[in-house]
């Protein structure tokens, strides 16, 4: 049988909506000594913020009450909770990211699973 994200990924993602401020998102960030934030819409994952975008926003001058919404990567890459790890290695080598963000079959955000997430299911997989 196969690992699902599901049984690897974290629960306790840090969120927030796209209306609060790069002031918020950095506290919260610093509160959670986290490096990335997902941005919601009503529950659902619409972009991330990392600590790069947080770098790239105030070099370009951003005000610290500008919008999350505004300065958040916005395509967002996500994987299905259902889906094998397989598949989540596959777009993070794809796409060159370290984090992605779960979502149920409604498109809810459920959790987040990173690259060390996944070599846990994979040492799993090939210890069994």
Known sequence: MEE????YMKTD????EKNVTLREVTKMMT???VGSI???ES?????IITERDVVRAIGNDKSLDEK?????TSSLI???EDSPITGALSLMRTYNI???PVVNQEGKLTGIISIRDIARALDDMFES
């Open 4 to 7: 699902i994200v599901k049984d």
């Open 13 to 16: 993602v840090v969120s927030m």
């Open 31 to 33: 509160m959670k000594n």
């Open 38 to 40: 997902i941005v919601t």
């Open 43 to 47: 529950g659902k994952p619409i972009g």
């Open 68 to 72: 999350a919404g505004v300065i958040m």
């Open 78 to 80: 996500t994987v299905r």
């Open 98 to 100: 370290r984090h992605l």
